[in-house]
């Protein structure tokens, strides 16, 4: 294609535009009278249920992250004693002595570590 | 009760929250005419069926609303329903749709003006368009979305919306080369409009 075709091209793309932006234009301009539209929707509406505030997936993800926060929050109670549960279990794990509080702090990790990953491909 | 203080995304909250059907039928009365004149085009005219497409829009709009995240304006979140409902309903009435059974809006009726050919040759050529393609143009040019947000209503991405308006103006401008050789230009097509 030489310059004079291309040139050629340009112009009728440019006019192709100003004839699209022109008729999209007097489409957008019209107003379309509601007539009883929404009145008509609203009646259907008011005929369902509220809508849930969150999706199935949100609830899911949620259901999820509170049971690994109640797991977690168990397992501290349980196998612990009180705050100094964590401090216990790193130096356990940092001196590889096997304690209840190490393999606690073990499954806290690995627990919520399964528990993101549902999460997170829940999302998708 | 009137809300025109309120923001769309007001509404939308108000709906989520409390499922105030009130915000929900500002929001209804707000977009219905962009909605359904969308829907018109998208269905060649079909005044019932783009109707009936557009309240189906609105009840799924209802339905999904704690889906929306207030990252797209509702308009378009609407305008990606509208068209997801016309998919299905295309696939559902395909044979009603093929060809000659379509019963355009009725045009007015002036006298056969260059501005009236023009629009009629740019609605034909709009016909000879795929499927994709037509929706690229309708959402683009019709609806006033940016090419990102034609791509999410759509569900396709940018790289593919771009090819398709491509191809869509390549095959438009060579339907059209009578007019676009000829030097009509937009101002010629607005006579006819008014």
Redesign the interface.
């Given at each position: 294609m030489n310059n004079h075709d291309q040139q050629h091209?340009m112009?009728?793309?440019n006019?192709?535009?100003?004839?699209?932006?022109?008729?999209?234009l007097?489409?957008?301009d019209?107003?379309?009278?509601?007539d009883g539209?929404?009145d008509?929707?609203?009646a259907?509406?008011?005929a369902?249920p509220?809508?849930?505030?969150?999706?199935a997936n949100?609830r899911r993800r949620l259901l999820i992250i509170w049971s690994a926060a109640l797991l977690a929050l168990m397992t501290v109670m349980t196998a612990g004693a009180g705050d100094q549960f964590l401090v216990d279990a790193f130096m356990d794990l940092a001196t590889k002595t096997i304690t209840p509080n190490a393999v606690g702090l073990l499954l806290i990790v690995v627990a919520t570590g399964v528990m993101g990953v549902g999460a997170a491909s829940s999302e998708r | 009760m009137a809300l025109p203080e309120n923001s769309d995304n007001d509404l939308i909250a108000r709906v989520i929250s409390c499922g105030d059907q009130h915000a929900f039928a500002e929001l209804v009365k707000r977009h219905q005419s962009a909605l359904r004149a969308s829907l018109r085009k998208m269905t060649n005219g079909h005044v019932e069926l783009a109707d009936d497409v557009a309240q189906e829009t609105f009840i799924l709009a209802w339905k999904n609303i704690g889906k929306f995240r207030f990252e797209a304006k509702f308009s378009t979140w609407l305008y990606r329903i509208a068209f997801n409902a016309w998919q299905t309903e295309v696939r559902r009435k395909h044979e009603l749709l093929l060809g000659e059974d379509a019963t355009p809006e009725a045009e007015p009726t002036e006298p056969e003006s260059t501005a009236t050919n023009l629009r009629h040759d740019l609605a034909r050529a709009m016909v000879d368009l795929s499927e994709a393609e037509h929706a690229a143009i309708q959402q683009c040019y019709y609806n006033d979305l940016s090419h990102d947000e034609a791509a999410y209503v759509l569900g396709i991405p940018l790289g593919t919306l771009k090819t398709h308006i491509l191809r869509a103006r390549e095959k438009m401008r060579q339907r059209l080369a009578a007019y676009t050789d000829s030097g009509v230009n937009d101002a010629t097509l607005n006579c006819g409009v008014n």
């Open positions: 091209v112009e009728q793309n006019r192709l535009d100003a004839m699209l932006q022109a008729d999209s007097a489409h957008r019209q107003y379309i009278d509601n539209f929404s008509r929707v609203m259907r509406v008011a369902l509220a809508p849930a505030a969150f999706n949100t | -």
